[in-house]
């Protein structure tokens, strides 16, 4: 499976050589971006998209009162975690059993009108870019403000999570919300992708507003999990984690373990073929390094056109 590598910021297949990709270059210039209204409410920054057919029962539901994202509840439960298909990658081996507690996740990726409250209250940094990839004027444009926000790092992430009183999810819990208790691919089932349940292959050339594609609802009902943006989650990247990671709650490698500074991003995005959507596939870019000067990219890590986030809330 295609891995994004920090420093060349192209994308390499370690299984298929011969479809290499050719990505949009990751660029990291700083701007500033247009703001929304001032004194915007969570209410007014989102209307919570619609849930799939199969609409999980009210009690699994809540509307967070920080930013109006909508919580989806995830039961304890114990899963398969990692590829089981005859794509699997070494970095997704072995598939294994997973136990994990009870916690909340959000049903979409967080949009451009949340953010923009938590840069109002001086608890976030504004993204790196008010582009996104084909939209020169997207970060503070009320045409988008219901759409995935990009050009955030992995600490730009964090902040915001922690700033809705949430966290980002961990890597386990992220396939759990994703995966469900069964053995399926992608979060809607083993059907191939296609234009009804995930923006990918660039068919749309863009992000998508969050929640727009309901066939490609997870068994809890969490949308945009394949697709649209890639997701930070809190886990630092290993390759070979998956060989004596904790049965339960596994939380990643520390740093001394893990021996670099990559985060792990999950999901996909628009630009990349149905592959990458596989819901075990496992990516990276460079987090932080709290080491480097504060002044410097390598502080706060890199960012893209293509990665945005959604948090998560254990269980009170």
Same mark, same amino acid.
């Given at each position: 499976?295609?891995?994004?590598i920090?420093?060349v910021?192209?994308?390499?297949?370690?299984?298929?050589p011969?479809?290499?990709?050719t990505?949009?270059?990751?660029?990291?210039?700083?701007?500033?971006?247009?703001?929304?209204?001032?004194?915007?409410?969570?209410?007014?920054?989102?209307?919570?998209?619609?849930?799939?057919?199969?609409?999980?029962?009210?009690?699994?539901?809540?509307?967070?009162?920080?930013?109006?994202?909508?919580?989806?509840?995830?039961?304890?439960?114990?899963?398969?975690?990692?590829?089981?298909?005859?794509y699997?990658?070494?970095?997704?081996?072995?598939?294994?059993?997973?136990?994990?507690?009870?916690?909340?996740?959000?049903?979409?990726?967080?949009?451009?009108?949340?953010?923009?409250?938590?840069?109002?209250?001086?608890?976030?940094?504004?993204?790196?870019?008010?582009?996104?990839?084909?939209?020169?004027?997207?970060f503070?444009?009320?045409?988008?403000?219901?759409?995935?926000?990009?050009?955030?790092?992995?600490?730009?992430?964090?902040?915001?999570?922690?700033?809705?009183?949430r966290?980002?999810?961990?890597?386990?819990?992220?396939?759990?919300?994703a995966?469900g208790?069964?053995?399926?691919?992608?979060?809607?089932?083993?059907?191939? +992708?296609?234009?009804?349940?995930?923006?990918?292959?660039?068919? %749309?050339?863009?992000?998508? /507003?969050? =929640? *727009?594609?309901? &066939?490609?609802?997870?068994?809890?009902?969490?949308l945009?999990?394949?697709?649209?943006?890639?997701?930070?989650?809190?886990?630092?990247?290993?390759?070979?984690?998956?060989?004596?990671?904790?049965?339960a709650? +596994?939380?990643?490698?520390?740093?001394?373990?893990?021996?670099? %500074?990559?985060?792990?991003i /999950?999901? =996909? *995005?628009?630009? &990349?073929?149905?592959?990458?959507?596989?819901?075990?596939?496992?990516?990276?870019?460079?987090?932080?390094?709290?080491k480097?000067d504060?002044?410097?990219i390598?502080?706060?890590?890199?960012?893209?056109?293509?990665?945005?986030?959604?948090?998560?809330?254990?269980?009170n």
């Open positions: 499976m295609k891995k994004i920090p420093f910021f192209v994308l390499l297949t370690a299984c298929q011969a479809e290499i990709a990505p949009t270059p990751v660029i990291t210039a700083e701007t500033n971006p247009t703001s929304t209204a001032v004194g915007a409410t969570a209410t007014e920054v989102f209307s919570p998209a619609p849930l799939p057919t199969e609409t999980p029962a009210l009690e699994n539901i809540r509307i967070s009162t920080q930013d109006g994202m909508t919580q989806l509840f995830i039961p304890a439960g114990t899963f398969t975690m990692g590829g089981m298909d005859v699997r990658e070494n970095d997704e081996q072995p598939a294994h059993e997973v136990s994990i507690d009870t916690f909340w996740i959000d049903q979409v990726e967080v949009t451009n009108g949340m953010y923009n409250l938590c840069v109002q209250a001086d608890a976030c940094q504004p993204p790196k870019e008010t582009r996104s990839d084909n939209r020169e004027n997207y503070g444009n009320p045409e988008y403000q219901d759409y995935p926000v990009v050009f955030v790092t992995w600490d730009d992430a964090n902040a915001y999570c922690q700033w809705a009183e966290r980002l999810p961990t890597e386990a819990e992220w396939e759990r919300a995966r208790d069964d053995l399926r691919n992608y979060p809607w089932g083993d059907e191939l +992708p296609n234009q009804y349940n995930a923006n990918f292959m660039n068919l %749309v050339g863009d992000t998508s /507003r969050v =929640g *727009s594609y309901a &066939e490609g609802a997870s068994p809890f009902g969490a945009d999990m394949a697709g649209n943006v890639w997701e930070w989650v809190a886990d630092r990247y290993r390759p070979n984690y998956y060989s004596n990671s904790p049965a709650n +596994p939380q990643g490698p520390t740093e001394e373990e893990a021996q670099n %500074v990559m985060r792990v /999950r999901g =996909g *995005s628009f630009q &990349e073929d149905g592959l990458f959507l596989r819901l075990a596939n496992r990516s990276f870019l460079e987090g932080p390094n709290h480097a504060a002044k410097s390598e502080y706060h890590g890199r960012s893209s056109a293509r990665i945005g986030f959604r948090c998560a809330e254990g269980e």
